[in-house]
């Protein structure tokens, strides 16, 4: 089975992203063939300055090979090493109308969300399906947002194939359904857009200077207090193990435990988790030279599975 994921480099990475996408992304390579690239064709839909989309992909690299990624077993990648993703999308274009793609909702949300309206932005699917096609990927592990991307794209796997023979793979979907919502300092989903991330990695100092603003309710020190419905609690629970989750719970509902103590407890068990991962990227980072070695050698064996599956499409639509 070849599984295939793609992570948008946007920017420093936090913890929403780890459980929400990283961690799922790191226990798929464990179940078959895994694809996994730096999508950076489609990070230029939003014009990002080109230096910062360098250090960004850079950063994305570093941050997956510190967390745990096993590039014997993972073909990791920048989407852009690989050209013939762009020659697939244009003949996909050819059988794609401008009706379906209007109908996708993710680029009316982006247009809302007051991003330029570019022919990128709306051929976004199409340039998905294409990175999805191209390795003949039977899995695709993706979120809710992303789910009529992917109906879009087993669409035009069967158009093509009726059309022109059986080429492609009809890829099937894994929606995380059930994937709880990472709370942020202030309650809200963690996510740039709120400025409320705490990220994965950085200095102890500003990581606890951030945990320790982490909004909780007005209850004193010898209060009652409810994990379940506490932002701190909920984030420990992610971190922690299940016995130093139910010691919180428990001090929660004796009360003379403050939220401070709670706060305290998060920055040290993010500091137990991401310590290690922390310490093997600054080894990385010594040498850039071999992360981009890294990204090379995925890229040589992404082109070789792009290859047959481009000579299988020329063949097809008649440019053999």
Not at 22 to 30: A, T, W
Request: charged share 25%; glycine share 8%; with cysteine.
């Amino acid at each position: 089975m070849r599984i295939l994921s793609g992570f948008q480099p946007s920017g420093t990475l936090h913890l929403g992203n780890y459980f929400g996408a990283m961690l799922p992304n790191l226990e798929f390579q464990k179940l078959g063939e895994s694809y996994l690239f730096i999508a950076d064709y489609h990070a230029l839909t939003t014009s990002p300055d080109p230096e910062a989309l360098r250090q960004r992909v850079f950063d994305v690299a570093l941050d997956f090979l510190a967390c745990g990624l096993d590039v014997n077993h993972t073909v990791f990648f920048r989407q852009s090493d690989v050209p013939e993703v762009t020659e697939l999308m244009w003949i996909l274009n050819t059988i794609t109308t401008v009706g379906f793609l209007e109908r996708a909702h993710s680029y009316k949300d982006k247009i809302a969300k007051g991003f330029m309206p570019n022919a990128g932005l709306f051929t976004y699917p199409v340039l998905m399906a294409a990175d999805i096609l191209l390795y003949q990927s039977d899995l695709v592990p993706v979120g809710k947002d992303q789910k009529q991307h992917l109906e879009i794209t087993r669409d035009l796997a069967i158009r093509f194939n009726e059309r022109y023979g059986e080429v492609f793979t009809v890829p099937d979907g894994h929606i995380a359904e059930n994937v709880a919502v990472i709370p942020g300092l202030d309650g809200q989903k963690m996510s740039k857009s709120y400025n409320n991330t705490i990220p994965l990695f950085g200095a102890p100092k500003a990581i606890r200077k951030l945990v320790m603003s982490i909004v909780t309710d007005s209850k004193g020190l010898e209060d009652v207090k409810e994990p379940e419905t506490c932002n701190v609690a909920k984030l420990y629970k992610l971190i922690a193990s299940g016995e130093q989750y139910n010691e919180l719970c428990r001090n929660y509902r004796a009360g003379n435990y403050g939220y401070g103590h709670a706060k305290q407890a998060l920055f040290e068990a993010i500091q137990a988790y991401f310590g290690p991962m922390q310490a093997k990227r600054d080894e990385f980072a010594k040498d850039p030279g071999e992360v981009w070695n890294i990204l090379n050698k995925g890229a040589e064996r992404a082109r070789n599975t792009a290859a047959a599956t481009m000579e299988k499409v020329r063949r097809a639509v008649g440019l053999r």
